[in-house]
């Protein structure tokens, strides 16, 4: 069973930066695309971010330019640079497969909030 253990998250002021990670427990990334979503308070859960060996590389309207989606297959990790963060950005991110999650998957999230 594929696990996401996501890590790296914090308080961070607008116009910041934040570098997420995300580690699996297996070598799926030669299988999958890969994909950072986040949930805001009071909203669904949204992909923000897909990237993989079987997928293009695609972002979300909201996060095109300030956020970049990485993998390092020998280390089964996908990371998020998020830059020039806004307070819309606040939420709780998650890693998963893309464009399709496994519902069986999703890790605790790491939580992202920014404010001054």
């Known amino acids: 069973q594929v696990q996401f253990v996501e890590s790296g998250g914090g308080l961070v002021q607008p116009g910041g930066s934040l570098r997420l990670s995300c580690a699996a427990s297996?070598?799926?990334?030669?299988?999958?695309?890969m994909g950072w979503y986040r949930q805001a308070p009071g909203k669904q859960r949204e992909l923000v971010a897909s990237?993989?060996?079987?997928?293009?590389?695609n972002y979300h309207d909201s996060v095109k330019g300030r956020f970049t989606i990485s993998t390092d297959n020998a280390k089964n990790t996908v990371y998020l640079q998020m830059n020039s963060l806004k307070p819309a950005d606040t939420a709780v991110y998650y890693c998963?497969?893309?464009?399709?999650?496994?519902?069986?998957?999703w890790g605790q999230g790491t939580l992202v909030t920014v404010s001054s």
């Open positions: 297996g070598s799926i990334f030669s299988r999958y695309g």
């Open positions: 998963n497969t893309a464009p399709k999650y496994r519902a069986d998957a």
């Open positions: 990237s993989g060996s079987l997928i293009i590389t």
